[in-house]
Nanobody, 129 residues
């Protein structure tokens, strides 16, 4: 069964850090384009980062310099290190994956919408001021 499971969310004060994890089962991240997305209450889903490889990674302007994505292929896990968190980072965070060889793609914008093969269930991040 293909599954993505996020963890690591929680409540922190502004300026704090969290590291989200996304573990894949049923496929290996090696062959996939990875994305992290978030949705705040009342807002549309927002792209946070799209990563095909270490050298081909793109961050939303709102998180650039504060968030870092990384992979541990041995653990089939992707991480999102979030530093200098702000209240506006409060959202449910989702990881997603699309096969590099497929027709899907990761997009940080809503036009076009990202076309990902698999999505996690999300993990809540709450940043208080």
């Amino acid at each position: 069964e293909v599954q993505l499971v996020e963890s690591g969310g929680g409540a922190v004060q502004a300026g704090g850090s969290l590291r989200l994890s996304c573990v894949a089962s049923g496929f290996t991240f090696d062959d996939y384009n990875i994305g992290w997305f978030r949705r705040a209450p009342g807002n549309e889903r927002e792209g946070v980062v799209c990563s095909m490889s270490e050298s081909s990674t793109y961050y939303a302007d709102s998180v650039k310099g504060r968030f870092t994505v990384s992979r541990d292929n041995a653990k089939n896990t992707v991480y999102l290190q979030m530093n200098s968190l702000k209240p506006e980072d409060t959202a449910v965070y989702y990881c997603a994956a699309t096969a590099l060889s497929g027709k899907g793609y990761c997009s940080l914008s809503s036009n076009p919408q990202p076309q990902m093969d698999y999505w996690g269930q999300g993990t809540q991040v709450t940043v208080s001021s």
